[in-house]
């Protein structure tokens, strides 16, 4: 499979990542990718960019050194019904919208409800991906929420850096395995997502890998190297 888009990553702009916009589209140019996502992190993260970021979204160009561009966030779901963390007059402005569990700004609960919590973002009508579900930051049932990504076109994404050993993440690797296997045998896409936060990590899914060939993860399934029928996804929410 060749990769021919990553749609989350971060800039400077995120306060804990160590490149720019400039530098993360140009990495993305030298590696063949057609379709980048800035996904910077909304406010309840320490250090990021305040909401007047999002606001001033329509100031960048939306193509650069031949790669395209959608620009947005990594929202942050903060309860147990699955409310995301910046208002929605600002999400009308993003061009694509992720939203994830982070131990920051989220007290795990049962697993009931922190199955809730992911389930209310995947509701969400405005939710295009749930970003690293399977990280372990929350223990959830993941059965439930594979069917409910299939049911309302909100894509689970297998998260690289997750994966990394130097993350410690000690129930990623299961976790993300008994997703893979759950959509292979529901028939539920996903996306694969470096989640690089450094312009050297763009497209990087080398931790994935071993995990899609344990699987025998059918490559129909998998969105990174369909870029119309991504952007077709993305367009058939608000």
Do not use: Q
Not at 210 to 224: A, C, D, V, Y
């Amino acid at each position: 499979m060749k990769t021919l888009l990553d749609v989350h990553t971060h800039t400077i702009a995120s306060g804990h990542a160590f490149s720019t916009l400039h530098e993360m589209v140009m990495a993305a140019s030298e590696k063949g990718i057609e379709l980048l996502g800035i996904t910077e992190h909304a406010p309840g993260i320490p250090g990021t960019c305040a909401p007047i970021y999002f606001r001033n979204l329509h100031v960048v160009p939306r193509k650069m050194y031949g790669v395209e561009l959608l620009l947005g966030a990594e929202l942050n779901i903060i309860d147990y019904r699955g409310t995301i963390d910046l208002d929605e007059e600002y999400l009308r402005m993003l061009d694509i919208k992720i939203a994830g569990i982070h131990s920051l700004c989220y007290n795990p609960g049962t697993v009931e409800e922190n199955t809730a919590a992911m389930l209310g973002a995947i509701r969400n009508p405005h939710i295009h991906i749930i970003s690293h579900p399977g990280d372990g930051t929350a223990t959830v049932d993941f059965e439930p929420i594979v069917l409910a990504s299939k049911e309302y076109h909100t894509l689970l994404e297998i998260n690289n850096s997750s994966l990394n050993p130097a993350r410690k993440k000690l129930f990623a690797r299961t976790n993300n395995l008994t997703i893979l296997r759950l959509c292979k045998k529901y028939e539920v896409p996903v996306i694969l997502g470096s989640d690089a936060h450094i312009s050297f990590d763009i497209a990087r899914y080398d931790h994935i890998h071993e995990l899609l060939r344990e699987t025998e993860f059918p490559e129909g399934l998998i969105m990174n190297d369909k870029v119309e029928r991504f952007k077709r996804f993305i367009e058939s929410k608000p």
